[in-house]
């Protein structure tokens, strides 16, 4: 597993297992976004320590090369001199110091080497972080979106149950009202029947039972008194025309 690999599934459990936790989104967000930044830093700062591990080796390099090429020189003076001697040991220095600046090359050349692969590592890990930081700010801009509307509908439902009870507690008084408007009409009924007043009488005093048990009576005695009156008209009424047929008509 690479080293882009092992930071990737690192960021995957702190990831899950802070989401799982946390309570605002957005700064779990904004926290592995920030620890990435810093694993981006790290990456740079180790590409600038290659660097300059190899500036140092090709500044070593290049003295070694300056050294050589001083003792190429030291020997051919010592030729000139009919010193072979001091040609040989010349050379024989310059031999040493070449082997060593074949290892330089070869460290170099693996620096270099692990230098480009840094560098293209840290190219790809700024294109993700990139990526991630957009991602990001689209997550957190529709969480609080989504937020915002579970407020909302939050605030709806209660104004809906809120609207409910007082649709119930309307209805409660409206059906209260129709109750009491039905008992008012039926008692205005009873009331044009009678109904009400026979039952006052009934429902009151021995007094009120005989008054109107007085009333009554006297009624049925002006009953009497005109039926008899009646009776009598009739029966003059009777005689006359009786005398009227014995005498005979009357003449002028």
């Not at 070449?98 to 090359?105: D, F, G, H, P, W």
């Not at 590592?121 to 700024?126: A, K, L």
């Not at 008692?187 to 009554?216: P, R, V």
């Amino acid at each position: 597993m690479g080293l882009f690999s092992r930071i990737a599934t690192w960021f995957n459990i702190r990831a899950n297992s802070a989401l799982d936790k946390a309570e605002n989104l957005g700064q779990v967000m904004d926290y592995s976004y920030g620890k990435q930044l810093e694993q981006l830093q790290n990456l740079k700062r180790s590409i600038a320590d290659v660097v300059t591990q190899e500036k140092r080796l090709e500044l070593q390099q290049s003295q070694l090369q300056e050294k050589a090429r001083t003792l190429d020189y030291q020997a051919q003076q010592a030729l000139h001199a009919n010193r072979e001697d001091l040609a040989r040991l010349a050379l024989q220095r310059k031999e040493t110091l070449v082997m060593q600046l074949n290892s330089y090359e070869q460290q170099i050349a693996q620096l270099k080497n692990q230098e480009e692969k840094l560098i293209t590592m840290e190219r790809n890990v700024s294109a993700r972080v990139e990526t991630f930081r957009t991602q990001k700010e689209m997550v957190k801009a529709q969480y609080g979106a989504a937020q915002a509307q579970v407020k909302i509908n939050e605030s709806l439902t209660g104004i809906s149950q809120e609207m409910s009870e007082m649709n119930m507690a309307m209805q409660r008084a409206q059906d209260k009202v129709l109750n009491m408007q039905a008992r008012a009409n039926a008692m205005d009924a009873l009331i044009e029947q009678g109904g009400l007043a026979d039952q006052g009488l009934l429902g009151s005093g021995s007094g009120d039972t005989l008054d109107h048990e007085l009333q009554q009576i006297t009624a049925e005695q002006n009953v009497e008194a005109q039926l008899q009156a009646m009776k009598q008209q009739l029966q003059l009424g009777g005689s006359d025309a009786q005398q009227k047929q014995i005498n005979g008509p009357v003449t002028e």
